[in-house]
């Protein structure tokens, strides 16, 4: 009897550490949205608790319904800032990416009008997918 408890335990812990191995936690702090002319950008920090690189590939934006989403960096040539879009954001091993003002975002576009938040669906690299409540803090300036 007493082996047997010892061996299903043994199966419950390994399967525990094999869950977080194949599904470690992707952690979102802090969004926040500013809206701007005809459209939005998102931030956030986004934290990597697995021991693979994963990547943000897709954003979806759930509420409010039909504006479209990208992921843009900023780069600035002969002293002047411009938006460029990337195909990915990338997250290494248990790292940490800050989407913040003059670096990278996720753009939004499209008839915005008056709105509070935004919820979008991140879309990850290995499948996985978060929907974060962006709350608007303000224009951009
Ligand atoms: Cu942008």
């Known amino acids: 009897m007493k082996i047997i408890i010892i061996i299903v335990a043994?199966?419950?812990?390994?399967?525990?550490?094999?869950?977080i191995a194949l599904y470690p936690s992707i952690i979102i702090e802090?969004?926040?949205?500013?809206?701007?002319?005809?459209?939005?950008?998102?931030?956030?920090t986004i934290r990597n608790l697995g021991l693979n690189?994963?990547?943000?590939?897709k954003v979806e934006?759930?509420?409010?319904?039909?504006?479209?989403?990208?992921?843009?960096?900023t780069i600035v040539e002969n002293g002047i800032a411009r938006?460029?879009?990337?195909d990915r954001i990338c997250i290494g091993p248990l790292g940490t990416f800050e989407l913040r003002r003059?670096?990278?975002h996720i753009m939004l576009g499209g008839d915005i009008g008056e709105v509070d938040s935004f919820k979008v669906k991140l879309i990850f690299?290995?499948?996985?997918?978060?929907?974060?409540?962006?709350?608007?803090?303000?224009?951009?300036?």
């Open 102 to 104: 003059g670096g990278y």
């Open 61 to 73: 934006v759930m509420e409010p319904p039909g504006l479209a989403a990208m992921l843009h960096t």
């Open 83 to 86: 938006m460029k879009s990337v």
């Open 125 to 141: 690299s290995d499948g996985r997918e978060v929907i974060v409540i962006a709350p608007v803090k303000g224009g951009l300036g």
């Open 30 to 44: 802090s969004p926040y949205a500013v809206l701007g002319y005809g459209s939005a950008a998102i931030y956030m």
């Open 53 to 57: 690189e994963i990547c943000l590939v």
């Open 10 to 19: 043994i199966i419950l812990i390994a399967g525990f550490f094999g869950f």
